[in-house]
Nanobody, 124 residues
């Protein structure tokens, strides 16, 4: 069992930056691939980024490539999402997810464990 708690959301102006964090509790965090997803009002949840258990592999949605960076600190049981050059369309609830399978997160649209989300609002 893995519990995930996101933080770092808030209100930011277009062009600004935010850094989201996801703290994990439970055993063997370093065994899990981690991912970030988001859901905007009235829209379906969509994939943002994923990182393998070691941090050696990352994968991004085309819409965030070059602006967002996913990273992890296994010693701190935490995964991060650095978001730069934010746009109004990036406004959404951002969710952290964990799964043993990196492929499931990066290409399968989901994970076994989810956080409750943190709201990012980008004002234009």
């Amino acid at each position: 069992q893995v519990q995930l708690v996101e933080s770092g959301g808030g209100l930011v102006q277009a062009g600004g930056s935010l850094r989201l964090s996801c703290a994990a509790s439970g055993r063997t965090f370093s065994s899990y691939a981690m991912g970030w997803f988001r859901q905007a009002p009235g829209k379906e949840r969509e994939f943002v980024a994923a990182i393998s258990w070691s941090g050696g592999n990352t994968y991004y949605a085309e819409s965030v490539k070059g602006r967002f960076t996913i990273s992890r600190a296994n010693g701190k049981n935490t995964v991060f999402l650095q978001m730069n050059s934010l746009k109004g369309e990036n406004t959404a609830f951002y969710y952290c997810a964990a799964d043993i399978s990196y492929t499931a997160l990066a290409y399968g649209g989901g994970g076994a464990y989810w956080g409750k989300g943190t709201l990012v609002t980008v004002s234009s």
